[in-house]
């Protein structure tokens, strides 16, 4: 079946720190890669997806590039501020582009500090 | 943008009762909704689907005479947690896409409901 592997929390970082949280999945076929982002208090939202090999997904600074040779879609931040305090969950949705039926990761909880 | 509210946000019953949780979208119209469990340090699992006017898909091992889902109208889905158990305490979340967009428009979250079951 599939399966999504997420770095282990809580990682903590300084503002303007570089950010690097690792994601590996198992999947059958093709799947299409999102990060959610869940700010205290509020629902999950799409941060950002890919929906084939090598395609890179974009938004709010963040970045992850869907890498099939090594089933991976680490996100990647260059400078993060206090405010990207949040819970992060990769995940996957296989057969479609949808998203609809999502596997998560654990989630990884970040804080990051003035 | 669109929103999803969920309710209650917290929830504490003694074992054997039955707990319901609503997930309505309040400036959309959704046909379909999905819930989600996470356990403590576990992923988010699917659960059900959530089709407006019949019934629910569960997801393998879930046992749908043990969560009840309705989904009456194009605004509101709800889960009903039955003779609850302490294994059952966990975070629900909901989650639906405006039925107005295409299949690959993004899900919208409700913020969850931390089920405990004493």
């Known amino acids: 079946g599939n399966s999504v592997t997420q770095m282990e929390g809580p990682v903590t970082l300084s503002e303007e720190a570089f950010l690097t949280i690792n994601c590996t999945y198992t999947?059958?076929?093709?799947?299409?890669l999102f990060w959610y982002v869940q700010y205290p208090g509020e629902g999950l939202q799409l941060l950002l997806k890919?929906?084939?090999?090598?395609d890179k997904g974009s938004n709010k600074g963040f970045e992850a590039t869907y890498r099939k040779e090594t089933t991976s879609f680490h996100l990647e931040k260059g400078s993060v501020q206090v405010s990207d305090s949040a819970v992060y969950f990769c995940?996957?949705?296989?057969?479609?582009?949808?998203?609809?039926?999502?596997?998560f990761g654990e989630g990884t909880q970040l804080t990051v500090n003035p | 943008g669109a929103v999803v509210s969920q309710h209650p946000s917290r929830v504490i019953c003694k074992s054997g009762t039955s707990v319901k949780i609503e997930c309505r979208s309040l400036?959309?119209?959704?046909?379909?909704m999905f819930w989600y469990r996470q356990f403590p340090k576990q992923s988010l699992m699917l659960m059900a689907t959530?089709?407006?006017?019949?019934?629910?898909?569960?997801e393998q091992g879930v046992e749908k005479d043990k969560f009840l889902i309705n989904h009456a109208s194009l605004t509101l889905s709800t889960l009903t947690v039955t003779s609850a158990h302490p294994e059952d305490s966990s975070f629900y979340i909901c989650?639906?896409?405006?039925?107005?967009?295409?299949?690959?428009?993004?899900?919208?979250f409700g913020n969850g409901t931390r089920l405990t079951v004493t």
């Open positions: 989650s639906a896409r405006e039925a107005s967009k295409a299949q690959n428009s993004p899900l919208h």
């Open positions: 999947a059958t076929g093709y799947p299409s």
């Open positions: 890919a929906t084939k090999a090598d």
């Open positions: 995940a996957l949705s296989e057969g479609e582009t949808s998203g609809s039926r999502l596997t």
């Open positions: 400036d959309f119209q959704a046909t379909t």
């Open positions: 959530s089709n407006e006017g019949s019934k629910a898909t569960y």
